[in-house]
Nanobody, 123 residues
Framework: QVQLVESGGGLVQAGGSLRLSCAAS????????MAWFRQAPGKEREFVGR????????YYADSVKGRFTISRDNAKNTVYLQMNSLKPEDTAVYYC????????????????WGQGTQVTVSS
């Protein structure tokens, strides 16, 4: 049974930091590109960033570049999203996802989704 379980969300003041984790099970984690997406109230789900199978390559949306960092630990089947300098507009439900290709995840073509974790940034 495939599972992606996010944790680490919460309420933080603007300028603060949070670290999200996503624990994977039920599939070969190291064979998948891992990505983070987010969905704010009333808006469509948007791509945040992705990390390649080995962790050697990352790519971010312009809105988070320089503030967010994705990393992964293939030994622990876990992917992380370090979020610094948070802004109120970062408020959203954050989802991790697993896909076969970098291009695919950019187009939201993923195989597996997590259930999401709420991040709220107060001004």
């Amino acid at each position: 049974q495939v599972q992606l379980v996010e944790s680490g969300g919460g309420l933080v003041q603007a300028g603060g930091s949070l670290r999200l984790s996503c624990a994977a099970s039920g599939f070969t984690f190291s064979s998948y590109v891992m990505a983070w997406f987010r969905q704010a109230p009333g808006k469509e789900r948007e791509f945040v960033g992705r990390i390649m199978w080995s962790g050697a390559g990352t790519y971010y949306a312009d809105s988070v570049k320089g503030r967010f960092t994705i990393s992964r630990d293939n030994a622990k089947n876990t992917v992380y999203l370090q979020m610094n300098s948070l802004k109120p507009e970062d408020t959203a439900v954050y989802y991790c996802a697993a896909g076969r290709t970098a291009t695919g995840v950019l187009l939201h073509a993923v195989d597996y989704w997590g259930q999401g974790t709420q991040v709220t940034v107060s001004s």
